[in-house]
């Protein structure tokens, strides 16, 4: 199966999840099943599955058929190149090809000038009159690609200029572009470019990420501390005909390849094979010059045989607008579809269905507990019915006084249950001074400041290491905190539950110390910023303030979804004791009633029992519905409906009643 048909299917199991989540809150609501805990999931489980992207990077040096290899997978249904892909440098800037309902399908591109001021790219998303915008007709392939065509223009700048805008260096001459007789020096004309277009495998969440050579990968921190690193495949381009030059051996290990990555989710695409097919050679012979090229390529970059991938983009391409097979399957395009298909959508969706799982389990957990608080209500009050039977009526006035009896105390008792409250907030607030902006912002002003000392930068490699074992201690003491919590929690539900018949669990703990495995990642994606070969870029103002930007962008991102994690956590704790104390006063409600209903009838007694039995049958129906509709979000088996689900046991203990 092919890249685009994975990702149709991933599409429509997540479109046909978010209905069956929508039903399922609906029904939830209908039965008062909601409270905030619950809530909260659904919406987090919805945006999770609606908001969830595929980023797949494309990343080569110039000239080596990237853009013409973006419109042989993805375009090819438009009869016509979109990416510019003529001769020569095409996509001069990193440019993002996604959608977005909320904006019209156009082009956003970010002068080139904005690199001369500090802010990094996640800011300037921020400011959309800042970028220059070009509306676009999805349903015109002429007028698209012309104005796609924008991503390769140029301006003429001089050296200095070059130099200011990080085009130019001083210390490695035989990297910087070629200088006209006029002494003018060809830059991109725009920074970053956004294409915002309806396509279907866009709509779907794919997110293409098509960056240009080195020069701008090196310029743009953010690109590789967070937009590459984030990618979910990166597909690294090669000539055929050169294979793994010096330049691209500079890009795959200096941005694209650290110690300790998964080399899983990286392909590298052999592209041009058609400039190896030869009429004086036979196809044999071409094959077996294709085949040491991978072999050695795969040797170079440290990767399997398997995950270098020869390829004709521009003969695949072809192939599809002219349906011919043949030159399909000569291409080898097929090829690198299955590998992106069942590679990066296979594993995508592994990790996206077993998220869901665990939050659809944890849901039904919830539900379900509410249930059987009302369930467990249900037979203390068929316990003192059935005790009522033959019985006078001072037995039932006396019934009667030892019920208010209990329910005054049962109000009186909420000083304990403050208690309990208070403690787990105290505790709480720990958890998030340690994981807020304003500890993050403090963590990182001695980096900042190491960054912006003018000159050469000989103690910014030691500051970042220092930076780093701090956070990694933050997150630590947080991990430990959040044990006490949940230690505590579980401590004071146990005695609730003996003291007032509760059935309160603590929730999951949220596991902390896995976004230590996050912050390792970043350490190690801006190492490849503080050798020895970058002494004289770090010298620049400019530059480092870009790179602490954009520490702190992807560094605030890591923070923000560990604090979710503490709120959802805290939230499933309160709403249960918030649940259970609101049953129980309905418990009150309902025993009350029934006795005040005995005393004006004597047919009362019966037709309660009756309508108990009815309710649990009821509450029976609910539990076996609530796993239908959670079976089905996860496709697991149903659980067996028994044919008449057992009655509450009437000689269980009163555990309320024990409390008075």
Same mark, same amino acid.
């Given at each position: 199966?092919?890249f685009n ?8 199991w997540r479109r046909?999840?978010?209905?069956r989540?929508?039903?399922l809150?609906e029904?939830m609501?209908d ?5 905030a ?5 659904l919406?987090?489980?919805e945006?999770q599955v609606?908001s969830d ?5 494309f ?5 080596r058929g990237? &853009?013409?290899l973006?419109n042989?997978?993805f375009?090819?249904?438009y009869?016509r ?6 001769a020569? *440098?095409?996509?001069m800037?990193?440019t993002?090809?996604?959608?977005d309902a909320?904006?019209p399908?156009c082009?956003r591109l970010?002068?080139i000038?904005?690199?001369l001021?500090t802010q990094?790219?996640m800011?300037w998303?921020m ?5 220059? *915008?070009?509306d676009?007709d999805?349903? !015109? ?5 012309q ?16 130099r200011?805008?990080?085009f130019w260096?001083?210390?490695?001459? %035989?990297d910087?572009?070629?200088? !006209? ?10 920074r970053h470019?956004?294409i915002?277009i309806?396509h279907?495998l866009l ?8 960056t240009?050579?080195?020069n701008?990968?090196g310029?743009?921190p953010e ?11 990166v ?6 005909d050169?294979?793994?030059t010096?330049?691209d051996?500079?890009i795959?290990?200096?941005?694209l390849?650290t110690?300790?990555?998964n080399t899983?989710a990286?392909?590298?695409v ?10 004086l050679?036979t196809?044999v ?12 390529s795969a040797e170079?970059?440290?990767l ?10 521009q003969k ?5 607008v002219?349906?011919d097979?043949?030159?399909?399957q ?6 690198l579809?299955?590998?992106?298909g069942?590679?990066v959508?296979?594993q995508?969706q592994?990790i ?5 799982a665990?939050g659809?389990a944890?849901?039904?957990?919830e539900a379900g507990?509410?249930i059987?608080i009302?369930?467990?209500d249900?037979?203390?009050q ?8 033959g019985?006078?009526?001072t ?8 019920i208010e009896?209990?329910?005054?105390e049962f ?7 403050q208690?309990?409250?208070?403690v787990h907030?105290k505790?709480l607030?720990e ?7 304003s ?8 980096l ?8 050469i930068k000989?103690g910014?490699?030691k ?5 780093f ?6 997150l630590?003491?947080?991990a430990?905190? &959040?044990?006490e919590i949940q230690?505590?929690?579980t ?6 539950n ?6 309160l669990?603590?929730p999951t703990?949220p596991?902390l110390?896995?976004y230590a ?17 970058n ?8 530059f480092?303030e870009?790179l602490a ?5 992807r560094?605030?991102v ?13 939230k499933?704790a ?6 259970q104390?609101?049953?129980?006063r309905?418990?009150?409600g309902?025993r ?9 009838a004597?047919?009362?007694l %019966?037709e309660?029992?009756?309508e108990?039995? !009815?309710q649990e049958?009821?509450l029976n129906e609910?539990d076996?519905k609530?796993?239908?509709?959670t &079976?089905?979000l996860v496709g697991?088996p ?14 269980e203990p009163?555990?309320?009643s024990?409390?008075a």
């Open positions: 199966m092919s048909e994975q990702f149709d299917q991933h599409g429509a046909q999840f978010a209905l989540l929508k039903l809150a029904w609501k039965h008062d099943l909601l409270d805990a619950v809530e909260e999931r919406r987090q489980l945006s609606r992207k595929v980023m797949v990077a990343v080569a040096e110039f000239s990237k &853009s013409e973006i042989a997978i375009f090819a249904g009869g190149r979109i990416m510019p892909a003529s020569g *440098r095409t996509t800037c990193p993002e090809l996604g959608y909320d904006v399908p082009l970010l002068p000038e904005t690199r001021q990094a790219l800011e998303r400011v959309p009159e800042k970028w220059t *915008r070009v676009l999805v349903n !015109d392939p002429k007028q698209l690609a104005a796609l065509e924008k991503v390769a223009e140029i301006r003429r700048v001089s050296k200095d200029e070059a200011a805008l990080g260096h001083d210390e490695s001459p %035989d910087n572009p070629r200088v !006209d007789a006029d002494g003018m020096i060809e830059v991109p004309r725009w470019a956004l915002n309806a279907p709509k779907q969440g794919l997110v293409i990420l098509d240009p050579g080195l701008a990968i310029a743009e690109l590789t501390v967070s937009l590459i690193p984030q990618a979910h495949a597909v690294f381009i090669l000539a055929a050169t294979g793994v010096k330049s051996l500079t795959w290990r200096e941005h390849i110690e300790g990555d899983e990286r392909l590298v052999l592209n041009k094979i058609d400039t190896m097919w030869d009429a050679s196809p012979q071409v094959q077996a010059q294709i085949n040491r090229q991978r072999v050695t170079i970059l440290g399997p045989e398997s995950q270098v991938i020869p390829v004709s983009a695949g391409l072809v192939a599809k002219n349906r097979d043949a030159l399909l000569a291409s080898c395009l097929p090829a579809e299955l590998a992106l069942q590679g959508m296979g995508r592994k996206l269905r077993s998220a869901v665990g659809i944890e849901l039904r957990t507990r509410v059987h009302r369930r467990r249900l037979a203390e068929m316990v003192e019915l059935r005790g009522l039977r019985k006078n009526v037995v039932i006035r006396h019934m009667r006084s030892r009896q209990e329910q005054g109000d009186t008792s909420g000083a304990k249950i208690a309990v409250r208070s907030l505790l607030r958890m998030f001074n340690l994981l807020g902006t500890t993050l912002k403090a963590e990182l002003a001695q900042t400041d190491a960054l912006k000392q003018p000159g000989l910014v490699k500051a970042y290491g220092q930076t074992a701090r956070l990694r201690e933050g630590q003491k947080a430990t905190t &959040s044990g230690s505590m929690l401590a004071s539900f146990r005695q609730l003996a003291e007032f018949g509760f059935s669990q603590a703990e596991e110390i896995n495995n996050d912050l390792e990642q970043i350490e190690r994606s801006h190492l490849q910023y503080l050798g020895v070969a002494v004289l870029k770090l010298a620049q103002p400019e480092t870009r930007r954009a520490l702190a962008t560094l605030r890591v923070y923000e979804s560990a604090l979710n994690e503490v709120e959802l956590w805290n499933s309160a709403s249960q004791l918030d649940a104390l609101r049953e129980r309905r418990n009150f309902r009350l009633e029934a006795i005040e209903r005995i005393q004006q004597a047919s009362g %019966d309660r029992i009756s108990i039995g !009815d049958n009821v609910l076996h609530l796993a239908e509709l &079976s089905h697991a149903l659980p067996q409906k028994k044919a008449q689900e057992p009655q509450l046991d009437a000689t009163m555990a309320l024990q409390v």
